[in-house]
């Protein structure tokens, strides 16, 4: 751990394992005991700047160095760190004890542009099986975290010392195989242990991969890819030797050089942080600085950015893809901030959650669950009880013994989901500084649990915070997503999101800020870009410019209707302008809720309309029964649409058109019937009117699939209109009872499908309509009304609605 150079005064290196509680406990305490003058840590040397925002007391861990491309943000690097790392632990003591600390590893403007990282074996799992264990994690964890003892860094390093000495060293292009002068500098790698949590602590994340997964890109520089090279090939005997590749004789190099410039800035005591991997590569002798900076000669560089951001616990498992993590972060944090009876105090948090889901968990279960993992941590020769002892006692006490329970356990407490917290004067792009301003005026707290949000859109801030969740929905950052809600409502003024916030939000935050300075503007300037594009048609178009209005874009919305009456203009297929019809009245309707100003785009809607009424009867003609069913759904749709607008003259000239279609012989029977029926619902065919027509369709004359059609498009999706008019169900059960039984088969298929489609009540309503034709001698039911208490009634809406009754 301590070695002494001939004019460096004394410098220590500090192996530890990243994300560990006992090597950050133990760091802390050596620190404390050696009082270096000068701190190194492994992180991106160029970070430098950003380590004064540690000392904040906004700075919440668990944060991370975000590392991304200036011109690429897309490709990025991340350095998480815990309030239970080691790396952070030094950086706190530096910070409050006015120590100099740099970071001492490549610059993130390297390693975002190196491809090869390196892969390997893990170096701690040679130390388990040496030791006993078959788990590296669990070795290290009785091993190491279980311990403060400042001397297990000096045993570290010498096993590690050992270890290195057994490995292969990659050959280096243009060297003749031999890349170092003495069997330390070839630092043994970091991401040649890409499982070794004690060689890496960085994941990347690059265009096209997803930031959730396993890390893939060039930040990974300290072993965050996990390699299966350590399983044997059955046929083999010897397993794969350990690897010092290229990538981590380059990294060990660059520590070294920055460990000399250190002394020649006139440090005298040194500390360096880094993985254990590479501690025994930056001790003394430190070797030939000529070989170092021929190994560092001609690397690639990108124009890279830098800040801190928020992180979470689960980012940290290495079950998230990040080789560098650690099982267990929740119970890591536990470990190291609570001191006094670790074990007592988690079990009575295990307890805690199980009662928040309304299991039985009594006192008398933690106190036995405590006295079992005690008992099982003795019996096992452990000073104190692990993660694997707390666990069994768990499953066994608090559990009983269900899996399912000892799951959730694992998920909202062994690794939990802790989101730290970095503060506002932290660098970042512009986008990101109104963001961040725009969370504190609405008071919306970024949080790595879900959460649900309603909102009420006739309050201003609600306005605000839909009109802010649609707008980072449109930049790709999907913190928001819109769900049913708890609250029964049929009009427009609720909205229900669900939250989470991801850390990788931080990297599409800074790729959208090529958008624009705020999210409002930059929200603006993608859509019109979106809309922009060749094949914008008018759908897409009238998706556009309704998501502009949700997310209330004044910027975009000329821009976008302009460009919707262009593409309607010359857009001669009835069916599109059928489809986007709705979504234009959706968006007017939307802009009396928000109070938005959409006078542009009742032009638009008008002359939209009046193009469809006009082609209707062309599209109409000649059409087979698959075209005719989406025809219909269509029409349903736009009929919906021009009642809910509720425009007098927009209605007419609807109902106008579709009573031109009742009258025609040519067109297929399902839009025939649904045409009739739309003009029943709308007051315009009575209930003798429908009778009539229903008789002449299905009249001799007609196929019986053509009837059957007829019948499908009439009554489809409403069943009530034969329990409640006796007529129309005598007609149809009429025309069923005469047919044949050849013509029967035919038509059983669509019939099925019509009825089918009903209510289980609607059906058994009709099956004893069928029964008893007419029970109250009529053949119609009908029922009375009382007009004074329907009058209490609607006032009673019209107060609910804040409008005059």
Known sequence: MSESGPEAGETRVYGIRHHGPGSARSLRLALEEFQPDMVLIEGPADADPLVVHTAAETMAPPVALLGYVADEPARAAFWPYAVFSPEWQALRYAVENNVPVRFCDLPAATVLAVEDKGGGRDALAELAAAGGYDDAERWW?????SSTDTDTFAAITEAMAALRETAVVEPLSGDTG????????????????????????????????????????????????????????????????????????VREAHMRQMLRKARKDGARRIAVVCGAWHAPALCDPLGSAATDLRLLKGLPKVKAGLTWVPWTHSRLAAASGYGAGVTSPGWYHHLFTETEHPVA?????????????????????????????????????????????????????????????????GDELVVGEALGAVPAETPTVPLEADLRAQMRSLRLKQEALSRTLG??????????????????????????????????????????????????????????????????????????????????????????LEFALLADLPGALDGLIADLGSAA??????????????????????????????????????SMLVRICAGLPAAVTGLGDDTAAALRDQLDTVTTAVHTRDHAESTERWLAALARLADRPDIHGV??????????????????????????????????AAKAAWVDGFVGGRGLVLVHDRA???LIDNWLAGLSGEQFLEVVPLLRRTFGAFESGERRAIGSAVRDPDPAGGSTVTTDT?????????????????VPA
């Open 141 to 145: 964890d009785a091993v190491v975290e």
């Open 178 to 249: 031999k890349s170092v002068d003495s069997p330390r500098e070839p630092p043994a790698g970091t991401e040649i242990e890409p499982a070794d949590p004690a060689s890496g602590g960085s994941q990347t994340t690059g265009a096209g991969v997803d930031p959730t997964g396993p890390p893939t890109g060039g930040p990974r520089t300290t072993g965050d890819t996990t390699a299966d090279g350590d399983q044997a090939d059955p046929g083999e005997t010897e397993p794969e030797p350990l690897l010092l590749d290229r990538h981590t004789l």
């Open 345 to 409: 105090s988690w079990l009575t948090k295990v307890a805690g959650l199980l009662r928040g889901h309304d299991l039985p968990v009594s006192s008398a279960h933690i106190i036995e669950a405590v006295r079992l993992a005690r008992t099982l941590a003795a019996l096992r020769a452990r000073p104190l009880a692990g993660l694997s002892e707390v666990t069994e006692a768990t499953r066994a006490v608090l559990c009983e013994g269900d899996e399912t329970v000892l799951r959730l356990v």
């Open 455 to 544: 909102l009420d859109l006739r309050r201003e801030r609600d306005i605000a915070k839909s009109r802010l969740l649609h707008r980072l929905r449109l930049l790709g950052v999907d913190w928001g997503a819109p769900t049913a809600g708890t609250v029964q409502s049929t009009g427009t003024f609720r909205e229900t999101w669900e939250l989470r916030w991801e850390p990788e939000f931080a990297v599409r935050v800074i790729e959208a800020a090529r958008w624009g300075t705020t999210v409002q503007s930059a929200a603006e300037a993608k859509i019109l870009d979106t809309a922009a594009r060749t094949g914008s048609g008018v759908t897409e178009l009238t998706g556009a």
């Open 569 to 606: 203009a010359v857009d001669h297929d009835i069916t599109h302008l059928l489809a986007a019809l709705p979504g234009i009245l959706r968006t007017l309707r939307y802009g009396d809720v928000r109070g938005t100003d959409t006078s542009a785009l009742t032009h638009v809607a008008d």
């Open 671 to 704: 839009l025939a019937g649904r045409v009739v029926r739309l003009l029943c619902d709308a007051d315009r065919f009575d209930a003798d009117e429908a009778a009539c027509r229903l008789a002449a369709a299905l009249s001799i004359g007609h196929t019986a």
């Open 728 to 730: 129309l169900l005598r």
């Open 786 to 802: 009382d007009a004074e208490r329907g009058g209490l009634a609607l006032r009673a809406v019209a107060d609910l609605l804040g």
